[in-house]
Structures are given as structure tokens and as C-alpha cells.
């Protein structure tokens, strides 16, 4: 068993540096932790057993996996808007007579990255979780069409990920 003190002023730093003593625990060992403030007068001694700590480490992989994500279709989401709104925006003015169609059809030729939404596949289950709750964060029901054009994923691929969900 180890009992190896490592003291650390911060959840964080624990973190970093249990990584580091994770390859020389073996899977029964406990890791004696000493978490104190800056002084050290403030502090709490624990063990963990290295199954916990495995445990804590891939659960915290994954929150920042989702963290990451929701943060990329986030992003996603605003530039699509924006890119929606340009369209529509020069829409109208083709539709005022501000611009006639070789105009509108040059703009559009000449500025792809301003007015078209690429749509990728992508079948994961992980990225409808967490675009579900963006889409439950905004507060709105959308059709599957929206979504896909919202976060950028082909409608297929959405049907296709719904029906594996559907299926378990």
C-alpha cells in the first residue's frame, strides 16, 4: 500500500498530479491525499482506493469531453444564425430590387463561407445527448430540420442516431 502524502492547494492541482502517481499504484494500493490551503493551517487527510481514482479521472475525461462539445455546437449554432441571417438579409434585398439576380448569385459565389451552412454526417449518440441539451437550454421545440440546420449535422444522420435510440 502507498502512503505517499502529496499535498496540494487546490482541486485542480490534485488532479494534475495524481495522473503522475497513477501508473505507480497497483490496483489495490490507496492513495493518501492531503488537500490544505495556502498556509497549510486549513487541510483534510483522506485516502482513495485506485479504482476511485480511475473512476474519477475517466468520469472527469468525459465531463470535459461534453464541456468541449457543447462549446463547438454552441459556436456552431451562432455562426449558422448568422449565416442564416446574411442569406435572408440578401434575400430581401433581391426581393426589393436593391440587387438583381446575377448580384445575388455572385454574392453568394463570391462569399460561401458568409451565407452557406455546410452540414456534416455524424452518427453519434454523445453529440445528439449534448445537442439535446443545448436545444433544452434554449427553451424552444425545434423540427429535425432546424437541428440540422441549426448544429450543422445532415438530417439522415439525426434520423439514423434517433432510430439507434429508438432501437436499444
Known amino acids: ?18 495522473i503522475d502517481l497513477e501508473d505507480r499504484l497497483a490496483p489495490n494500493d490507496f492513495l493518501k491525499v492531503k488537500l490544505s490551503d495556502s498556509t497549510e493551517s486549513n487541510f483534510v487527510e483522506f485516502q482513495l482506493p485506485k479504482q476511485s481514482v480511475d473512476l474519477y479521472f475517466k468520469t472527469l475525461e468525459i465531463e470535459k469531453s461534453i464541456n468541449a462539445l457543447k462549446h463547438v455546437y454552441a459556436i456552431t449554432a451562432i455562426k449558422n ?55 433544452e437550454k434554449i427553451g424552444n421545440q425545434f423540427t429535425i430540420d432546424e437541428v440540422s440546420e441549426l448544429f450543422s449535422i445532415d438530417t439522415e444522420s439525426l434520423h439514423r442516431v434517433i432510430s439507434k435510440l429508438i432501437s436499444r
Open 1 to 18: 500500500m502507498s502512503n505517499e502524502i502529496i499535498n496540494y492547494e487546490e482541486h485542480t492541482s490534485f488532479i494534475n498530479q495524481t
Open 81 to 135: 444564425l448568422l449565416k442564416k441571417n446574411h442569406f435572408l438579409q440578401l434575400n430581401l434585398d433581391y426581393s426589393n430590387k436593391l440587387i438583381n439576380e446575377e448580384e445575388f448569385e455572385r454574392e453568394i459565389d463570391d462569399n460561401p463561407d458568409r451565407f452557406i451552412i455546410e452540414m456534416t454526417s455524424n452518427d453519434s449518440v454523445l453529440d445528439l445527448y449534448v445537442i439535446s441539451e443545448l436545444i
